[in-house]
């Protein structure tokens, strides 16, 4: 059929219509909320290059969760920051340990909220990077068996899901045979199974100071510019035992993210990072966009794109103005 039978505008006339036939919705229900715990403060305290974000102490997080839950949110990640880090990253294990503890005060105060640790080193060593260093090298399979200790003691604390973010070949199986030697068997493994080698992590570190203090990160995350061993990650991931695989950073990896949801049939998450939410609120702070819109545009695009979860700072701002839409 041809003009003037044929009018797409017919269905973009007014704001109803509009609403009638959108193929893509967001809902609070989509969204994971970062949180960020800390050891060295009292007060929360303003991540600079993130406006809006803060670094929790242990005892006020859980009210921060609470408050996310309440607007729909239905999980959050932790990433933690010790009063004190060491080249193994041994803090992470203690069962008194900063997420540890943040875990109970959360499922103390929300029962109900899933709570996620993001299981790597970087945020615990004092040399910044995800594993073990030997010979001014990451050793891979000393590092496994920390990542799998780790992930147990999460679980112990009352984790209801466990994210490895560090990109060591084999962790998945690692912390799968952890968790279920230990008992935890419906504790779910949402792998980072597409991490790129990212120039939009720069807040993230800052906020839990986990630059690596030499060197980089690209002998264990992914190269920019590399799509099929993306692929090729998610499947050793699935066969490993992730319930759920992601990809991050989001924005510049759509076409990851439509690829991984056209081959593999399990939930895909993506990773609105720190860089992503960093550039929408300068936009927005300096009249180059709206902020709101901007948000939009861009968490509609990632859920398109076939996103089943995103993880984004923005999701307590979302889930209220999708609130006041309805």
């Known amino acids: 059929m041809k003009y003037p039978q044929s009018r797409p505008r017919r269905l973009r006339k007014s704001a109803a219509v509009r609403r009638l036939v959108q193929q893509t919705r967001l809902h609070p229900a989509n969204f994971i909320y970062p949180l960020f715990v800390s050891e060295t403060v009292s007060e929360p305290e303003p991540i600079e290059t993130m406006p809006g974000i803060f670094n929790y102490p242990v005892d006020r997080v859980a009210a921060e969760a609470k408050k996310a839950y309440e607007l729909g949110i239905p999980g959050v990640i932790l990433f933690g920051t010790p009063s004190k880090k060491d080249a193994t990253g041994s803090e992470s294990l203690k069962k008194d340990g900063v997420i540890q503890k943040a875990v109970g005060n959360i499922k103390q105060a929300v029962p109900e909220m899933l709570v996620i640790t993001d299981v790597c080193l970087c945020e615990y060593t004092d040399h910044g990077h995800c594993g073990i260093v030997k010979d001014g090298r990451i050793d891979?399979?000393?590092?496994?068996?920390?990542?799998?200790?780790?992930?147990?003691?999460?679980?112990?604390?009352?984790?209801?899901?466990?994210?490895?973010?560090?990109?060591?070949?084999?962790?998945?199986?690692?912390?799968?045979?952890?968790?279920?030697?230990?008992?935890?068997?419906?504790?779910?493994?949402?792998?980072?199974?597409?991490?790129?080698?990212?120039?939009?992590?720069?807040?993230?570190?800052?906020?839990?100071?986990?630059?690596?203090?030499?060197?980089?990160?690209?002998?264990?995350?992914?190269?920019?510019?590399?799509?099929?061993?993306?692929?090729?990650?998610?499947?050793?991931?699935?066969?490993?035992?992730?319930?759920?695989?992601?990809?991050?950073?989001?924005?510049?990896?759509?076409?990851?993210?439509?690829?991984?949801?056209?081959?593999?049939?399990?939930?895909?998450?993506?990773?609105?990072?720190?860089?992503?939410?960093?550039?929408a609120k300068l936009a927005g702070a300096n009249k180059c966009a709206n902020e709101k819109q901007l948000v939009m545009e861009i968490l509609t695009a990632i859920k398109r794109a076939g996103a089943d979860i995103i993880i984004s700072y923005h999701a307590p701002d979302v889930a209220g103005w999708l609130r006041e839409s309805e």
């Not at 799968?176 to 990212?198: C, F, H, N, P, Q």
Request: no cysteine.
């Open 140 to 279: 891979n399979d000393e590092t496994l068996k920390i990542l799998a200790r780790q992930a147990a003691s999460y679980a112990k604390a009352g984790a209801d899901m466990v994210a490895p973010s560090d990109m060591m070949d084999g962790r998945v199986g690692a912390i799968r045979e952890a968790l279920d030697e230990y008992g935890y068997i419906d504790t779910v493994i949402m792998a980072y199974a597409v991490k790129y080698s990212s120039a939009f992590y720069g807040p993230f570190r800052e906020a839990v100071h986990s630059a690596p203090q030499f060197g980089d990160r690209k002998t264990y995350q992914m190269d920019p510019a590399n799509a099929d061993e993306a692929m090729k990650e998610i499947a050793l991931d699935i066969d490993e035992g992730a319930d759920i695989v992601m990809v991050k950073p989001a924005l510049a990896y759509l076409d990851i993210i439509a690829r991984a949801k056209a081959a593999f049939n399990v939930p895909l998450a993506a990773y609105n990072v720190s860089g992503e939410y960093a550039l």
